[in-house]
């Protein structure tokens, strides 16, 4: 009889050891796993101490006024941040969702009012508007192969150029549109908060895209491409489509977003929307939606809008000029950006 090979047939107790050893996780391990897994987790926490801290600061802070006040902020943000977070899941990034957004309410406005388009019509054309933009932004990411940052960072001042030769640089009050245009501000009383529709249409919104995401194969092939472009073009995906398809989809959303900021501001301004793209972006990447793409929820994105606007009602309430507001969600963001790439390190 012969022995066993002690090279080729290790003892049982040696293999176990050596599992123990593999499997041998911190506790820290352990959280970074959790955070992998569930990207919506930091964002719920963070919104919790938020929202505690900011209630023991000051005693308006959760007010039902003032939780009005925020719902209402949020749903502009929160809108724009769903087009962002398509667009980042596929490792990408759009700088001039802001702007669009303001071209559209702008050509609903003044096509409403000055043309004398219906109401229905001029939501319409405003919609086209903005999926023309996303097109023209999906085109230029795919065909030319450029770098969706230059790419948006260039069609931001185009699409703001634009904005201000088409509108002469001039204000639409709500008092002059038809009323479907600022209807989204109209508000009702929900549990002694007062809800705006835009915010029902945000929200709704985030239901649609949310079952997009989770169960069609278009939004299977959206978390493919931003994970890794060559493996999903081996698996027959067509990525350029799904890319261009994605820019698309996010204009028809914004679009949504510039007739709530219609609503919200009873107005359709030019200068609108300074801080909405950073605020956008700052929303997607506290949500837990991966800056690398491929990994991320779109209610992680609700979260980190509702952290947004917490941060800033809450710092406004503290009297911080709103220079600091803004340097507050700088500081969001990279630490956000920092906690993601530390969570990408989770052992696979």
Same mark, same amino acid.
Not at 68 to 97: C, E, F, K, R, W
Not at 313 to 341: E, K, M, P
């Given at each position: 009889?012969? /022995?066993?090979? %002690?090279? #080729?047939? %290790?003892p049982t107790s040696s293999l176990a050891l050596a599992s123990e050893f593999l499997d041998r996780r911190t506790p820290i391990d352990r959280v970074r796993g959790v955070l992998h897994r569930y990207p919506a987790v930091s964002p719920a926490v963070v919104l919790v101490l938020a929202v505690i801290v900011f209630g023991i600061l000051n005693d308006r802070f !959760? $007010?039902?006024?003032?939780?009005? !006040?925020? #719902?209402?902020q +949020?749903?502009? +943000?929160? #809108?724009? $941040?769903v087009a962002q977070t398509l667009i980042i899941l596929t490792a990408g990034i759009d700088l001039s969702v802001g702007a669009v957004m303001v071209l559209a309410s702008m050509v609903m406005a003044q096509t409403a009012t000055q043309n004398g388009v219906p109401a229905f019509l001029a939501l319409l054309i405003g919609i086209l508007v903005a999926v023309a933009a996303g097109l023209f932004n999906g085109l230029l990411v795919t065909k030319l192969r !450029? %770098?969706?940052f230059i790419v948006t960072l260039g069609t931001l001042n185009i699409f703001v150029a634009l #904005?201000? !030769?088409? /509108?002469a640089g001039s204000t639409v009050r709500g008092s002059d549109m038809p009323s479907l245009l600022p209807s989204t501000g109209q508000t009702f009383d929900l549990f002694g908060v007062r809800v705006s529709f835009? +915010?029902?249409?945000m929200l709704a919104l985030y239901i649609v895209v949310a079952f997009i995401l989770g169960k069609t194969a278009w939004g299977r092939h959206v978390y493919a491409v931003g994970d890794d472009k060559e493996a999903a073009r081996l698996a027959g995906i067509s990525v350029n489509r799904v890319l261009? /398809?994605?820019?698309?989809? $996010?204009? $028809?959303i914004l679009a949504i977003g510039a007739w709530i900021q219609?609503?919200?501001?009873?107005?359709a301004s030019p200068n609108a929307g300074a801080d909405l793209n950073l605020d956008s972006i700052t929303a997607v990447v506290i949500g837990g939606t991966s800056l690398f793409g491929g990994r991320g929820t779109i209610w992680g994105t609700l979260l980190g809008a509702l952290i947004v606007g917490v941060f800033r009602n809450g710092l406004s309430l503290a009297g911080l000029d709103v220079l600091y507001q803004t340097l507050a969600v700088g500081i969001l963001i990279i630490v956000a950006v920092g906690v993601d790439q530390w969570i990408r390190k989770v052992r696979k």
């Amino acid at each position: 009889m012969t /022995s066993p090979n %002690p090279v #080729t047939n %290790p003892p049982t107790s040696s293999l176990a050891l050596a599992s123990e050893f593999l499997d041998r996780r911190t506790p820290i391990d352990r959280v970074r796993g959790v955070l992998h897994r569930y990207p919506a987790v930091s964002p719920a926490v963070v919104l919790v101490l938020a929202v505690i801290v900011f209630g023991i600061l000051n005693d308006r802070f !959760l $007010a039902p006024a003032n939780l009005s !006040l925020i #719902t209402q902020q +949020v749903a502009v +943000v929160g #809108t724009l $941040a769903v087009a962002q977070t398509l667009i980042i899941l596929t490792a990408g990034i759009d700088l001039s969702v802001g702007a669009v957004m303001v071209l559209a309410s702008m050509v609903m406005a003044q096509t409403a009012t000055q043309n004398g388009v219906p109401a229905f019509l001029a939501l319409l054309i405003g919609i086209l508007v903005a999926v023309a933009a996303g097109l023209f932004n999906g085109l230029l990411v795919t065909k030319l192969r !450029l %770098p969706p940052f230059i790419v948006t960072l260039g069609t931001l001042n185009i699409f703001v150029a634009l #904005t201000l !030769l088409y /509108s002469a640089g001039s204000t639409v009050r709500g008092s002059d549109m038809p009323s479907l245009l600022p209807s989204t501000g109209q508000t009702f009383d929900l549990f002694g908060v007062r809800v705006s529709f835009g +915010v029902i249409i945000m929200l709704a919104l985030y239901i649609v895209v949310a079952f997009i995401l989770g169960k069609t194969a278009w939004g299977r092939h959206v978390y493919a491409v931003g994970d890794d472009k060559e493996a999903a073009r081996l698996a027959g995906i067509s990525v350029n489509r799904v890319l261009v /398809s994605v820019y698309i989809a $996010a204009g $028809a959303i914004l679009a949504i977003g510039a007739w709530i900021q219609i609503g919200r501001s009873n107005a359709a301004s030019p200068n609108a929307g300074a801080d909405l793209n950073l605020d956008s972006i700052t929303a997607v990447v506290i949500g837990g939606t991966s800056l690398f793409g491929g990994r991320g929820t779109i209610w992680g994105t609700l979260l980190g809008a509702l952290i947004v606007g917490v941060f800033r009602n809450g710092l406004s309430l503290a009297g911080l000029d709103v220079l600091y507001q803004t340097l507050a969600v700088g500081i969001l963001i990279i630490v956000a950006v920092g906690v993601d790439q530390w969570i990408r390190k989770v052992r696979k």
